[in-house]
Structure formats: structure tokens, C-alpha cells
């Protein structure tokens, strides 16, 4: 089952089997969602304001974790 925590600063943050998960979109011109599992602890930071969401996004897109939804 899939609950979704929080959807704000151009993020959504779900909870999917006691796991968590960031979806965004990709930012490119033809953008698609994008998602990757993060960090109970990166689930938090991201829903503290727009820059660390940012920050969130970008800790795990420059680790290459992020796939097609």
C-alpha cells in the first residue's frame, strides 16, 4: 500500500511498504516523474522548506538512484 506524506516544493514524498520514496519530475524540457527511495531522515529534511528539498533531490540525483515512474 502506498500513503502519500507530503506533496509540496515541486516534490512528493510516499511511503510504500514501511519504505520511503521522493517523486519529482525529471526537469527536462519533455519532463516525466522521476522517484527514488530516500532516507527516513532525508524524508524529513525535504519537508523543512524548498532548499532542502532541493538538497534532497540532488544528494540522490548525483547518486544516479533516481528511475522512470
Same mark, same amino acid.
Given at each position: 500500500?502506498? !500513503?502519500?506524506?507530503?506533496?509540496d516544493y515541486g516534490i512528493e514524498i510516499l511511503?510504500?511498504?514501511?519504505?520511503y520514496f521522493l517523486r519529482t519530475d525529471s526537469g527536462e524540457?519533455?519532463?516525466r516523474p522521476i522517484? !527514488?527511495?530516500?532516507?527516513?531522515?532525508?524524508?524529513s529534511l525535504a519537508q523543512k522548506g524548498p532548499q532542502s528539498?532541493?538538497?534532497?533531490?540532488?544528494?540522490y540525483d548525483k547518486m544516479g538512484s533516481f528511475k522512470n515512474v
Amino acid at each position: 500500500m502506498e !500513503t502519500k506524506i507530503f506533496d509540496d516544493y515541486g516534490i512528493e514524498i510516499l511511503k510504500r511498504s514501511g519504505k520511503y520514496f521522493l517523486r519529482t519530475d525529471s526537469g527536462e524540457m519533455a519532463s516525466r516523474p522521476i522517484e !527514488t527511495e530516500i532516507s527516513m531522515e532525508d524524508a524529513s529534511l525535504a519537508q523543512k522548506g524548498p532548499q532542502s528539498a532541493y538538497d534532497v533531490i540532488i544528494k540522490y540525483d548525483k547518486m544516479g538512484s533516481f528511475k522512470n515512474v
